[in-house]
């Protein structure tokens, strides 16, 4: 199977299956230098991990970190890297295949069970192998020694509609995002949600959301017109993510209804005499390059294919069946999916800011 990096000068190789020992990742083109050690990790691990609340997967995973290579502590005793390529591995310790024997020929509606059948000719029937979101665990560790890489720069994300239930972005609060499940930025909003979700989680179902992440901090000029945009890789980048549908950035698909007086963000000079903006509908990126100010994007995650209510599908033999899948699975995917759209944002940034250092100096 190829096609498992990504990146240009920040290079990230993701390994590994849902039900194997363990998964990792290579991280190659980290310049040397930068503090790095397990515990910068982490905490980005622990927002990721499974059942951490009744509203994920109960699949009982540490996600404890490992750094195989490319550090070393110096004379002064603090770990850095040494521009060599990172290896990091998380083992997989809570695996239950015999969940997934029932389907072991069955294609899973929604799945990509039969895609990767009809692709490799083999597929790995077990919680899905390299298309299972098991995957963006180690996603999430490259983001974090991405974001070491540009200490300037600030990337949060939050969930911002479960189902048709949206927040009120009048009551947007950051500080409100590490207090409840679902990273939510809206107190009530997070209240109703719990309501909602429970009740399509002891129905067997399972719905769809939507994520945004925001960078503030990136400074003008990262990107490149045409084939290296930053928005092109923010895109390529979050479309990349399981169970990913659509991405906007700024405005997006709502940019549409707007004329060019609205949609235009105007400019006056700021106190140093470079532009200020009135506003953002740009989400921070024109031509594809970054103006400065907040980087917004969001993109949409359907609802988890692994549902209790029977769907009907076929056999490889070609066999008309139902199937119904058991096992431990989310019932709104998007609620973890929020560190690793933070991580995937990151990682583009890095990139784009090793390459816009090789190109301007």
């Known amino acids: 199977m190829s096609h498992n990096t990504f990146g240009h000068l920040f290079r990230v190789t993701t390994w590994g299956e849902s039900h194997g020992p363990a998964i990792g990742c290579v991280v190659d083109g980290c310049p040397p230098l930068i503090p790095l050690t397990e515990t910068d990790i982490q905490g980005y691990m622990d927002k990721r991990k499974p059942g951490q609340s009744k509203f994920t997967t109960q ?19 603090v770990q850095k890297t040494t521009g060599t390529p990172i290896s990091l591995l998380v083992e997989n310790t809570d695996q239950r295949s015999k969940d997934y024997s029932e389907i072991r020929d069955r294609y899973r509606p929604g799945h990509a069970d039969y895609t990767y059948d009809a692709k490799y000719g083999i597929r790995d029937y077990r919680g899905g192998g390299r298309s299972s979101a098991r995957e963006t665990a180690m996603r999430v560790a490259a983001g974090a020694v991405a974001r070491k890489v540009i200490p300037g720069i600030t990337v949060r994300g939050a969930l911002v509609q479960i189902g048709p239930h949206r927040i009120d972005r009048a009551a947007w609060d950051w500080a409100e995002v590490d207090n409840n499940p679902f990273f939510c930025p809206d107190r009530a909003a997070a209240e109703r949600w719990a309501d909602y979700l429970s009740g ?11 994520i945004e992440v925001v960078a503030e901090g990136v400074p003008a000029g990262l990107g490149a017109p ?3 945009k ?14 990913v549908k659509g991405v906007e950035i700024g405005n997006g698909f709502a940019a549409a209804e707007l004329t060019g007086e609205d949609n235009a963000d105007e400019m006056r000079a700021g106190a140093d005499g470079s532009p200020s903006f009135l506003s953002n509908n740009a989400g921070g990126i024109l031509g594809g390059i970054s103006s400065g100010q907040p980087v917004v994007a ?25 199937v119904m899948t058991r096992g431990r699975h989310d019932p709104c995917v998007g609620i973890r999916a929020v560190p690793v759209g933070e991580a995937m944002l990151a990682c583009v940034l890095a990139d784009h800011a090793l390459r816009h250092r090789g190109q301007i100096g």
């Open 59 to 77: 699949r009982q995973e540490a996600d404890a970190v490992r750094i195989l290579s490319g550090v070393m502590v110096d004379a002064d005793g």
């Open 298 to 322: 969001r993109f949409a995650v359907k609802p988890t294919s692994s549902i209790l209510t029977p769907r009907r599908s076929v056999t490889r033999q070609g066999d008309e069946v139902d």
């Open 200 to 210: 399509i989680r002891k129905a067997g179902s399972s719905v769809g959301a939507v």
């Open 226 to 228: 045409l084939y290296g």
């Open 230 to 243: 930053l928005d092109q890789d923010i895109a390529a980048a979050l479309m990349s993510i399981n169970a």
